[in-house]
Nanobody
Framework: QVQLVESGGGLVQPGGSLRLSCAASGRTFTRYTMGWFRQAPGKEREFVAA????????YYADSVKGRFTIFRDNAKNTVYLQMNSLKPEDTAVYYCAAGTGGRRHYNYDYWGQGTQVTVSS
Protein backbone atom coordinates (compact mmCIF):
# COMPACT_ATOMS: atom_id res chain seq x y z
CA GLN A 1 0.00 0.00 0.00
CA VAL A 2 0.99 3.57 -0.69
CA GLN A 3 -0.62 6.48 1.11
CA LEU A 4 -0.63 9.84 -0.65
CA VAL A 5 -1.44 13.21 0.90
CA GLU A 6 -1.67 16.35 -1.23
CA SER A 7 -1.28 19.91 -0.02
CA GLY A 8 -0.72 23.38 -1.41
CA GLY A 9 -4.01 24.11 -3.11
CA GLY A 10 -5.86 27.39 -2.71
CA LEU A 11 -7.24 30.48 -4.38
CA VAL A 12 -4.99 32.37 -6.79
CA GLN A 13 -5.51 35.12 -9.32
CA PRO A 14 -5.08 34.49 -13.05
CA GLY A 15 -1.40 34.63 -13.95
CA GLY A 16 -0.37 33.57 -10.46
CA SER A 17 1.50 30.51 -9.24
CA LEU A 18 0.98 27.63 -6.84
CA ARG A 19 3.06 24.63 -5.84
CA LEU A 20 1.29 21.41 -4.96
CA SER A 21 2.98 18.76 -2.87
CA CYS A 22 2.22 15.07 -2.53
CA ALA A 23 3.79 13.20 0.36
CA ALA A 24 3.97 9.42 0.02
CA SER A 25 4.30 6.76 2.67
CA GLY A 26 4.10 2.99 2.72
CA ARG A 27 5.70 0.90 -0.01
CA THR A 28 8.84 2.07 -1.72
CA PHE A 29 8.07 5.40 -3.30
CA THR A 30 10.74 5.12 -5.93
CA ARG A 31 9.11 2.06 -7.51
CA TYR A 32 6.23 4.09 -8.88
CA THR A 33 5.64 6.59 -11.59
CA MET A 34 3.95 9.56 -9.97
CA GLY A 35 1.22 11.47 -11.70
CA TRP A 36 -1.04 14.45 -11.23
CA PHE A 37 -4.62 14.47 -12.47
CA ARG A 38 -7.39 17.01 -12.08
CA GLN A 39 -11.15 17.05 -12.16
CA ALA A 40 -13.33 20.09 -12.67
CA PRO A 41 -17.03 20.11 -11.76
CA GLY A 42 -19.06 18.20 -14.31
CA LYS A 43 -15.99 16.97 -16.15
CA GLU A 44 -14.03 13.75 -16.25
CA ARG A 45 -10.75 13.35 -14.44
CA GLU A 46 -7.93 14.33 -16.78
CA PHE A 47 -4.21 13.74 -16.88
CA VAL A 48 -1.96 16.69 -16.05
CA ALA A 49 1.62 15.45 -15.66
CA ALA A 50 3.72 12.45 -14.67
CA UNK A 51 7.29 11.63 -13.74
CA UNK A 52 8.84 8.22 -14.34
CA UNK A 53 10.41 6.24 -11.52
CA UNK A 54 12.92 4.68 -13.92
CA UNK A 55 14.71 7.69 -15.35
CA UNK A 56 12.92 10.75 -14.02
CA UNK A 57 11.44 11.45 -17.43
CA UNK A 58 8.44 13.77 -17.46
CA TYR A 59 5.44 14.26 -19.70
CA TYR A 60 2.56 16.69 -19.67
CA ALA A 61 -0.88 17.36 -21.02
CA ASP A 62 -0.76 19.84 -23.89
CA SER A 63 -2.94 22.23 -21.92
CA VAL A 64 -0.28 22.71 -19.22
CA LYS A 65 2.95 22.21 -21.14
CA GLY A 66 5.31 25.13 -20.60
CA ARG A 67 3.39 26.35 -17.55
CA PHE A 68 3.51 23.39 -15.14
CA THR A 69 6.54 21.44 -13.94
CA ILE A 70 6.50 18.10 -12.13
CA PHE A 71 9.47 17.01 -10.06
CA ARG A 72 10.17 14.61 -7.24
CA ASP A 73 12.42 14.41 -4.20
CA ASN A 74 12.97 10.71 -3.53
CA ALA A 75 14.77 11.41 -0.26
CA LYS A 76 11.60 13.10 1.03
CA ASN A 77 9.17 10.71 -0.70
CA THR A 78 7.48 13.75 -2.19
CA VAL A 79 6.40 14.79 -5.67
CA TYR A 80 5.60 18.38 -6.57
CA LEU A 81 3.63 20.21 -9.23
CA GLN A 82 4.79 23.77 -9.83
CA MET A 83 2.01 25.66 -11.58
CA ASN A 84 2.76 29.01 -13.19
CA SER A 85 0.72 31.36 -15.37
CA LEU A 86 -2.46 29.89 -13.99
CA LYS A 87 -5.70 30.32 -15.90
CA PRO A 88 -9.33 30.10 -14.77
CA GLU A 89 -9.64 26.86 -16.73
CA ASP A 90 -7.04 25.30 -14.43
CA THR A 91 -9.61 25.40 -11.64
CA ALA A 92 -10.17 21.84 -10.42
CA VAL A 93 -9.49 19.36 -7.68
CA TYR A 94 -5.96 18.08 -8.20
CA TYR A 95 -5.09 14.50 -7.36
CA CYS A 96 -1.75 12.84 -6.87
CA ALA A 97 -1.43 9.22 -7.99
CA ALA A 98 1.12 6.39 -8.00
CA GLY A 99 1.25 3.60 -10.53
CA THR A 100 2.87 2.18 -13.63
CA GLY A 101 2.65 5.40 -15.60
CA GLY A 102 0.96 6.75 -18.69
CA ARG A 103 -1.87 9.21 -19.20
CA ARG A 104 -4.76 6.95 -18.25
CA HIS A 105 -6.12 7.03 -14.72
CA TYR A 106 -6.53 3.25 -14.67
CA ASN A 107 -2.75 2.84 -14.78
CA TYR A 108 -2.53 4.32 -11.30
CA ASP A 109 -3.34 2.18 -8.29
CA TYR A 110 -3.02 4.67 -5.45
CA TRP A 111 -4.65 8.07 -5.12
CA GLY A 112 -4.61 10.97 -2.71
CA GLN A 113 -7.70 12.72 -1.42
CA GLY A 114 -7.28 15.75 -3.69
CA THR A 115 -6.62 19.43 -3.15
CA GLN A 116 -8.72 22.27 -4.54
CA VAL A 117 -7.15 24.82 -6.86
CA THR A 118 -9.26 27.84 -7.76
CA VAL A 119 -8.05 30.45 -10.24
CA SER A 120 -10.20 33.54 -10.09
CA SER A 121 -9.98 37.30 -9.82
Amino acid sequence: QVQLVESGGGLVQPGGSLRLSCAASGRTFTRYTMGWFRQAPGKEREFVAAISFQNGGTYYADSVKGRFTIFRDNAKNTVYLQMNSLKPEDTAVYYCAAGTGGRRHYNYDYWGQGTQVTVSS
